[in-house]
């Protein structure tokens, strides 16, 4: 193989040198003939590549089965598992497509999305560059895996001074997890784990998504994208050949007193994304617990189940130290031929203080959303053989204050989006908003926003 | 109280990884399901005898199947091996391929019937540790009677798996280059049924 390699490079070699002797005598038939040769032995350098890659894959297949074939056993166990592979490769940063494998099972990826956004009754227009998130992996041992995201927002323009943090840009390790693989049915993570806490915490990335803005569910009372550092679990069994059930369970430092906001004026809001989970150090000694089932009687069909439970403040002049915020939430994606219908509906309810409550905090929120898509138009645009639109539909509501009337927010959303590819995506959305005020009932006047976005992973 | 939830929650999560321990097999690099034989009996449990064709794929056949296909061909030849049964009967075609998953091959056999459709595909070998939901009959049911004009694409006549994307496209792309192949290989008889 090596000989027949080496052969078609000395080939290609000499054949893009040849063209400067020839060119003495400028015959540009010649020319073209040695082109179309060298053209011919790149692809044969190119197929020769490839069939030594499967050459190498069925070697090994072959050393498995002939160890079968001696009495051992077909599925042989993994050799020790402290020293690093020798055939390099990196599998897995979960759910996440365009990883490129540098060599010593360290990969990268990740995606990038920029927005424009008109608010058609405010007068208000504005470009985006919302985020960009490079993902790296690295496949430490073939059971000891790294992931992790580092997020960058709106051009990640923070400038330190003096210990302060100031600019308009937002940089956040989104998680950091090792893995130890045990089986597909169990494996141990920890770090900074992304939260299983309803859905769309879970598949946030913006080229996946439909739409360019995120349920107002996962932006209020099941915050996204919600990481927490912690311990725990994740895997997935299969009952029986038609079903799947997978889950994840963490022990996280939880949410922070930050959760309730005091405005100027002295009001009080419950704002659960404002406190979102500790990376560092916890600020009490209880700990939260977050996990998610998900059940899938057959193909196409999943049906979820996730919860958020813990104290979440030390005792202070506020808080007596036993306050407890438990979120919890279900959701269902069903999806058949080119049609897809997807549903999450979450709640909260925590222990307010004393003198929040007397300053307004509620202690209940809720809220769901709904959403249809459907693919249309395959090839219509190139290329042909990816290319695709979708249209979709979806309304939003969210009730920040189950206890009083008033202070909810509804969204109607609808929106068409092409891919060239399915890793990249143009999307154009029409919103309508409502916002109803405090102990009001009346939805008050309708706000129009367009948002036209563009999403890649790379 | 403090110390009895956060002992509860550790007693609960190290109970969960016992029985996750001792239910589940253990982890492997690459996980070989099937041997050729075994995938051959499983696509055509009548099959009784079989024969190999080596087809080479001149370079006008691999432009063909190229512009068809809408991306780069990189065989020089094909193994098609005909299954037949105890009579003598041609049952259909197998073909073991293998397309890049997310970072590895995953080897697959694609059985076709004499007119050109899916019969069955089995997974073969399986080397990711994600995304295993498809070599689960639940989604290789689906290509079941699909021929070389359906489109063979998630969102269209294909369900994706979400969080396998990446191998449900490169099963995608496998299933529908063999029917492509076959149908260059074993062109239909013009206006008449094969046998």
Same mark, same amino acid.
């Given at each position: 193989?090596?000989?027949?390699?080496?052969?078609?490079?000395?080939?290609?070699?000499?054949?893009?040198?040849?063209?400067?002797?020839?060119?003495?005598?400028?015959?540009?038939?010649?020319?073209?003939?040695?082109?179309?040769?060298?053209?011919?032995?790149?692809?044969?350098?190119?197929?020769?590549?490839?069939?030594?890659?499967?050459?190498?894959?069925?070697?090994?297949?072959?050393?498995?089965?002939?160890?079968?074939?001696?009495?051992?056993?077909?599925?042989?166990?993994?050799?020790?598992?402290?020293?690093?592979?020798?055939?390099?490769?990196?599998?897995?940063?979960?759910?996440?497509?365009?990883?490129?494998?540098?060599?010593?099972?360290?990969?990268?990826?990740?995606?990038?999305?920029?927005?424009?956004?008109?608010?058609?009754?405010?007068?208000?227009?504005?470009?985006?560059?919302?985020?960009?998130?490079?993902?790296?992996?690295?496949?430490?041992?073939?059971?000891?895996?790294?992931?992790?995201?580092?997020?960058?927002?709106?051009?990640?323009?923070?400038?330190?001074?003096d210990g302060k943090a100031g600019g308009g840009g937002e940089i956040n390790v989104e998680f950091?997890?090792?893995?130890?693989?045990?089986?597909?049915?169990?494996?141990?993570?920890?770090?900074?784990?992304?939260?299983?806490?309803?859905?769309?915490?879970?598949?946030?990335?913006?080229?996946?998504?439909? +739409?360019?803005?995120?349920?107002? @569910?996962? $932006?209020? %009372?099941?915050? &996204?994208?919600?990481?927490?550092?912690?311990? !725990?679990?994740?895997?997935?069994?299969?009952?029986?050949?038609?079903?799947?059930?997978?889950?994840?369970?963490?022990?996280?430092?939880?949410?922070?007193?930050?959760?309730?906001?005091?405005?100027?004026?002295?009001?009080?809001?419950?704002?659960?994304?404002?406190?979102?989970?500790?990376?560092?150090?916890?600020?009490?000694?209880?700990?939260?617990?977050?996990?998610?089932?998900?059940?899938?009687?057959?193909?196409?069909?999943?049906?979820?189940?996730?919860?958020?439970?813990?104290?979440?403040?030390?005792?202070?002049?506020?808080?007596?130290?036993?306050?407890?915020?438990t979120i919890w939430g279900v959701d269902a994606t069903w999806q058949r031929g080119p049609v897809?219908? +997807?549903?999450?509906?979450?709640? @909260?309810? $925590?222990? %307010?203080?004393? &003198?929040?409550?007397?300053?307004?905090?509620? !202690?209940?929120?809720?809220?769901?959303?709904?959403?249809?898509?459907?693919?249309?138009?395959?090839?219509?645009?190139?290329?042909?053989?990816?290319?695709?639109?979708?249209?979709?539909?979806?309304?939003?509501?969210?009730?920040?204050?189950?206890?009083?009337?008033?202070?909810?927010?509804?969204?109607?959303?609808?929106?068409?989006?092409?891919?060239?590819?399915?890793?990249?995506?143009?999307?154009?959305?029409?919103?309508?908003?409502?916002?109803?005020?405090?102990?009001?009932?009346?939805?008050?006047?309708?706000?129009?926003?367009?948002?036209?976005?563009?999403?890649?992973?790379? | 109280?403090?110390?009895?939830?956060?002992?509860?929650?550790?007693?609960?999560?190290?109970?969960?990884?016992?029985?996750?321990?001792?239910?589940?097999?253990?982890?492997?690099?690459?996980?070989?399901?099937?041997?050729?034989?075994?995938?051959?009996?499983?696509?055509?449990?009548?099959?009784?005898?079989?024969?190999?064709?080596?087809?080479?794929?001149?370079?006008?056949?691999?432009?063909?199947?190229?512009?068809?296909?809408?991306?780069?061909?990189?065989?020089?030849?094909?193994?098609?091996?005909?299954?037949?049964?105890?009579?003598?009967?041609?049952?259909?075609?197998?073909?073991?391929?293998?397309?890049?998953?997310?970072?590895?091959?995953?080897?697959?056999?694609?059985?076709?019937?004499?007119?050109?459709?899916?019969?069955?595909?089995?997974?073969?070998?399986?080397?990711?540790?994600?995304?295993?939901?498809?070599?689960?009959?639940?989604?290789?049911?689906?290509?079941?009677?699909?021929?070389?004009?359906?489109?063979?694409?998630?969102?269209?006549?294909?369900?994706?798996?979400?969080?396998?994307?990446i191998s449900v496209r490169s099963m995608n792309r496998g299933v529908k280059r063999v029917l492509?192949?076959?149908?260059?290989?074993?062109?239909?008889?013009?206006?008449?049924?094969?046998?």
């Amino acid at each position: 193989m090596h000989a027949r390699f080496t052969a078609v490079v000395s080939l290609t070699l000499a054949a893009l040198v040849a063209p400067t002797a020839l060119d003495a005598q400028d015959t540009t038939a010649t020319r073209d003939s040695l082109a179309r040769r060298v053209q011919q032995l790149e692809r044969t350098v190119d197929s020769l590549r490839a069939t030594a890659e499967r050459q190498d894959e069925r070697l090994m297949e072959l050393d498995e089965r002939s160890a079968a074939q001696q009495g051992v056993p077909a599925q042989p166990q993994l050799p020790g598992d402290t020293t690093r592979r020798t055939i390099p490769s990196a599998r897995g940063i979960y759910g996440k497509p365009f990883v490129k494998r540098f060599g010593g099972g360290t990969a990268i990826g990740g995606y990038v999305d920029f927005e424009y956004t008109n608010d058609l009754d405010g007068h208000a227009s504005s470009f985006d560059q919302h985020r960009l998130i490079p993902f790296l992996f690295a496949e430490i041992t073939d059971r000891l895996h790294f992931g992790t995201e580092i997020e960058f927002e709106h051009g990640g323009n923070v400038e330190v001074e003096d210990g302060k943090a100031g600019g308009g840009g937002e940089i956040n390790v989104e998680f950091a997890t090792l893995d130890y693989r045990i089986s597909e049915a169990f494996n141990v993570r920890g770090g900074i784990v992304l939260s299983p806490l309803g859905r769309f915490n879970l598949v946030h990335d913006s080229p996946v998504n439909e +739409l360019t803005d995120r349920p107002l @569910l996962s $932006t209020y %009372v099941e915050p &996204t994208t919600l990481s927490e550092s912690g311990f !725990g679990f994740f895997g997935t069994t299969y009952p029986s050949e038609r079903t799947l059930l997978s889950y994840e369970l963490y022990v996280v430092n939880g949410f922070t007193p930050g959760i309730f906001e005091v405005e100027d004026d002295g009001t009080a809001l419950l704002r659960v994304r404002e406190g979102r989970g500790l990376r560092g150090e916890d600020d009490n000694f209880a700990k939260s617990v977050v996990g998610r089932v998900a059940f899938s009687p057959f193909l196409g069909l999943e049906l979820g189940a996730s919860a958020h439970t813990g104290k979440f403040a030390a005792r202070d002049g506020t808080f007596s130290g036993d306050e407890r915020l438990t979120i919890w939430g279900v959701d269902a994606t069903w999806q058949r031929g080119p049609v897809e219908l +997807l549903g999450e509906y979450g709640q @909260l309810h $925590t222990d %307010v203080p004393a &003198t929040l409550a007397a300053a307004g905090a509620a !202690g209940r929120q809720n809220g769901y959303y709904v959403q249809g898509s459907y693919h249309f138009g395959h090839g219509v645009i190139p290329p042909r053989a990816t290319s695709v639109f979708t249209g979709t539909a979806r309304w939003d509501h969210v009730d920040l204050d189950r206890d009083a009337s008033g202070d909810a927010l509804d969204r109607l959303t609808v929106g068409v989006n092409w891919r060239p590819v399915p890793d990249a995506v143009l999307k154009t959305d029409f919103q309508w908003n409502w916002n109803t005020p405090p102990g009001s009932t009346d939805r008050g006047d309708v706000q129009r926003r367009l948002l036209l976005s563009m999403a890649a992973y790379f | 109280m403090r110390s009895r939830s956060l002992a509860l929650c550790f007693a609960l999560l190290a109970l969960l990884a016992l029985l996750a321990l001792v239910a589940a097999p253990a982890a492997r690099g690459q996980e070989v399901l099937l041997t050729p034989a075994q995938a051959l009996r499983e696509i055509f449990p009548d099959g009784a005898r079989t024969s190999v064709d080596r087809k080479r794929l001149t370079p006008g056949a691999r432009d063909s199947l190229e512009r068809s296909l809408g991306r780069r061909i990189l065989e020089d030849e094909v193994d098609v091996t005909r299954v037949f049964d105890a009579a003598g009967t041609l049952l259909g075609y197998a073909v073991v391929t293998e397309e890049i998953g997310k970072y590895r091959p995953i080897t697959f056999m694609v059985g076709v019937t004499p007119g050109l459709a899916v019969k069955d595909v089995v997974v073969m070998v399986y080397r990711e540790s994600r995304g295993g939901d498809v070599k689960r009959r639940r989604f290789l049911d689906q290509y079941r009677g699909k021929t070389a004009k359906d489109p063979i694409d998630a969102d269209r006549d294909i369900i994706n798996i979400s969080g396998a994307t990446i191998s449900v496209r490169s099963m995608n792309r496998g299933v529908k280059r063999v029917l492509a192949e076959l149908t260059l290989i074993y062109p239909p008889p013009p206006g008449g049924a094969r046998q």
